[in-house]
């Protein structure tokens, strides 16, 4: 089974309530979604977030540990849109080359390196990645990031 990296927007609010009363992270996500946009860069997360140094995947961010299968990051409107900009400095060719310098073998290398060195779509899963965290910084929305 793979495991998926799922985005997903909420207001400023939302995300402030989801802070305070963790349950409602599996209820507006899985149960009654409430949330305004979703996405996922299926299994190119890892590579992503080690080629990116971790731009775009909110490490700092406060994490629920009993939420949503394998816990859930919150990303307030001020880390997305902070995310956003880091984004917008990376183009494809410095995803590709840092994708291509990842490390092979070992405890540390990332999960399905070896698929997606191999397959430029991973261009595609760095756009959506990129474009859903410009779209939610520029409508000043927060986000719950998860991996199921």
Same mark, same amino acid.
Request: charged fraction near 25%; glycine fraction near 6%.
């Given at each position: ?11 400023a609010d939302q995300i402030? $309530? ?19 946009? /979703? ?20 490490? $700092? $961010? ?11 990051? *919150? *990303?307030?409107?001020?880390?997305? /849109? ?19 310098? *990842?490390?092979?073998?070992?405890? !540390?290398?990332a999960y399905h390196l !070896? ?14 990645? /990129? ?18």
């Amino acid at each position: 089974m793979s495991m998926n990296y799922f985005m997903c927007t909420f207001t400023a609010d939302q995300i402030e $309530a989801m802070m305070d009363e963790p349950l409602l992270l599996d209820r507006w996500v899985l149960q009654e979604p409430a949330y305004g946009e /979703k996405t996922d860069i299926e299994t190119a997360w890892d590579v992503l977030r080690q080629a990116l140094v971790d731009v775009g995947f909110g490490d $700092a $961010a406060p994490f629920v540990d009993d939420a949503l299968f394998n816990g859930a990051s *919150l *990303l307030n409107p001020d880390v997305v /849109k902070a995310e956003a900009e880091d984004l917008a400095g990376w183009t494809e060719d410095d995803v590709m080359a840092a994708i291509m310098n *990842l490390p092979a073998g070992g405890e !540390d290398e990332a999960y399905h390196l !070896d698929v997606w060195q191999e397959d430029e779509s991973v261009l595609d899963h760095f756009n959506t990645l /990129k474009e859903f965290f410009a779209r939610a910084a520029a409508a000043g929305q927060g986000m719950v990031c998860y991996i199921a």
